[in-house]
């Protein structure tokens, strides 16, 4: 058991081994060890600062920090786990069905191992935090934007992680080992936040606007987190995880910081799920990865490599992370080409497979494009590709679908890359990409300053943004090659003068459908404190078309956040206080 919690509470000892990173400011890092004897130089910190930019994106598989896909994702109404069947990875069937019923689960190894690898992270920050303070200012020209650097790092992975668990300790440099044993995760919900929030503002009021190296934390990262964190610090809960308040000073902060971040929207909407668009106008914050770099096997990301299509050798495998029907049916517009926000599911877009594995539109049927940049749906170009300089067609097959019985057959496509993409790689069946990982990107930035100002009062304003963000997915209709598609999509704009909640739920479609599959949409439920009336009204649906659903159901005041793992409730002696309900 103490193996596993070395990394949280001893940092990274007198020796680090680095490791290589990306194709910027983190393509190359020294080979060696550094030692107790010469680690406080300017040279060593800043190799230092680099492990700990490593170690916001050394994930994998099974402990993953960077994509969401299985604790937002599959977690909410937008998709399923998929594979081969409900025993497939079956720690992630348990989080589909809300079975997370104990806390000592030995089969539970997914989201203990993530809590261990975001406490490595943080590891590797207040080490180079404690080297870095040791130096001269007169010795160290960057000594202050570094600690603002590690500090946002800090407080990124302090703040993913009480998203997933709630109860957190937060560790700071400085402290040793006896002491950080004695920091509780029983904390109040408001201090945590403002704790977390100190990093960012640190980072905040000593980072440049902008980096000459593409990846470093900025003052434009770190007000963008400000604005974020403090959108989650407005819903305010009590300690079985519902929503007593909407602290309208905090929405205030939202709008400030939001209005202080600099960005622009891609101008389509595809550019931010394909190579070569790493780190432009909307790429707000990223985990930075890399390929033919120099190093052995470079530095891809392997987090969804069970997520490519998996009946066909173009990929390999394994069918993971598909579509819900709720999901898919989000996307449909009126005749005004608005979303349908109350009756989008009462019937199924496509719900024929005919005997070429394609699907049939229903009649008179209408769709925002982002679907097309989002799902895999038989019969239509996989990844703007109908052929491929490589065997094989892009057009995606039923039969792409490994488990269609189970899971049905509606694919991911946003994490996707094509195969004969330069970033792309395969080891075994495994597949990997250089391209980024985004935390924050600028649409986020916009849609918190609306949720903020619509629950402000503000609703015009709010609407307005929303419908910024509809006008460039209106305009994302050419990477599409799909024959008579000129009458498929849709988009319309909202009217200024509605409700405030008609704006809301308008506001709350918007994020779903743009973001769809990418994470986010568990934990927004939770934020806003529905999670328990919106997924258990998806399941009453959607367990009549999937029978694996049949008996899930969400628990309120328990299923909102992830059990402490009990190894470390018992590492320190019971100091750690579990989550209601586990």
């Not at 104990?102 to 203990?112: G, Q, R, S, V, Y």
């Not at 910081?257 to 931010?272: K, R």
């Not at 052929?387 to 892009?394: E, L, P, Y």
Request: glycine content about 8%.
């Amino acid at each position: 058991m103490k193996k596993y919690i070395k990394t949280i509470f001893t940092g990274i000892m007198a020796t680090l081994v680095l490791f290589a990173c990306s194709d910027d400011f983190l393509e190359y890092e020294p080979e060696g060890v550094l030692s107790n004897e010469n680690v406080a130089t300017a040279e060593n910190a800043e190799a230092l600062v680099v492990a700990a930019y490593a170690g916001i994106a050394n994930d994998d598989m099974v402990g993953p920090l960077t994509s969401m896909w299985v604790y937002g994702s599959v977690r909410s109404d937008d998709a399923y786990k998929g594979g081969g069947g409900r025993g497939d990875v079956d720690v992630v069937d348990r989080y589909e069905q809300y079975n997370l019923t104990i806390a000592d689960d030995p089969l539970d190894w997914m989201a203990p191992r993530t809590w261990t690898n975001y406490y490595a992270a943080i590891s590797r920050a207040n080490f180079a935090l404690d080297v870095i303070n040791q130096i001269p200012d007169a010795d160290y020209a960057d000594k202050t934007t570094r600690q603002a650097e590690l500090r946002f790092l800090r407080a990124h992975s302090h703040f993913v992680l009480k998203t997933l668990f709630k109860k957190i300790p937060y560790i700071t440099e400085g402290l040793k080992q006896e002491e950080i044993l004695e920091i509780s995760n029983v904390i109040d919900n408001d201090v945590l936040w403002n704790t977390i929030a100190d990093d960012f503002l640190f980072a905040y009021n000593n980072l440049p606007q902008s980096q000459d190296q593409v990846g470093r934390a900025d003052r434009n990262a770190a007000a963008a987190y400000l604005a974020k964190l403090r959108l989650y610090q407005a819903y305010e809960q009590n300690d079985t995880h519902q929503v007593t308040n909407i602290n309208m000073s905090r929405l205030q902060e939202v709008v400030d910081y939001a209005d202080d971040v600099t960005g622009a929207l891609e101008a389509d909407y595809g550019n931010n799920y394909l190579d070569g668009f790493d780190n432009g106008s909307e790429s707000i914050w990223a985990a930075q990865f890399s390929i033919n770099d120099g190093t052995t096997v470079g530095r891809v990301s392997f987090v969804t490599g069970l997520n490519s299509p998996h009946g066909t050798g173009l990929y390999g495998c394994c069918g993971f992370h598909l579509a819900s029907h709720n999901m898919v049916n989000a996307f449909k517009t009126d005749a005004s080409g608005l979303p349908l926000l109350d009756t989008f599911n009462d019937t199924n877009i496509f719900d024929v497979v005919d005997g070429n594995g394609e699907t049939a539109l229903a009649p008179g049927i209408t769709l925002d494009p982002r679907i097309d940049h989002t799902v895999g749906i038989p019969g239509r170009p996989f990844k703007y590709r109908n052929t491929m300089n490589v065997a094989g067609d892009m057009i995606y097959n039923f039969s792409w679908a490994r488990d269609p019985g189970v899971y049905g057959y509606f694919g991911n496509m946003k994490e996707q890359q094509a195969p004969d993409c330069s970033c792309y790689v395969k080891e075994g069946p495994f597949v990997g990409t250089s391209k980024n990982i985004e935390f924050i990107r600028y649409a986020d930035v916009l849609l918190f300053k609306a949720e903020a100002l619509i629950q402000m009062g503000q609703v015009d304003p709010g609407v307005t943004i929303i419908n910024q963000i509809r006008t460039r997915a209106a305009a994302s209709t050419q990477r599409q090659i799909d024959a008579g598609a000129s009458n498929l999509y849709n988009v319309g704009m909202y009217p200024m003068g509605m409700s405030q909640p008609e704006a809301l739920k308008a506001l709350m479609f918007e994020r779903r459908l743009e973001f769809g599959m990418e994470g986010p949409r568990f934990f927004d439920l939770v934020r806003w404190g529905i999670a328990e009336p919106v997924l258990n009204a998806y399941l009453a649906v959607e367990s009549t078309r999937k029978d694996f659903l049949a008996n899930a159901e969400f628990t309120a005041g328990r299923d909102e956040y992830y059990p402490i793992p009990q190894r470390e409730i018992d590492f320190t002696g019971g100091l750690y206080e579990q989550n209601p309900g586990y």
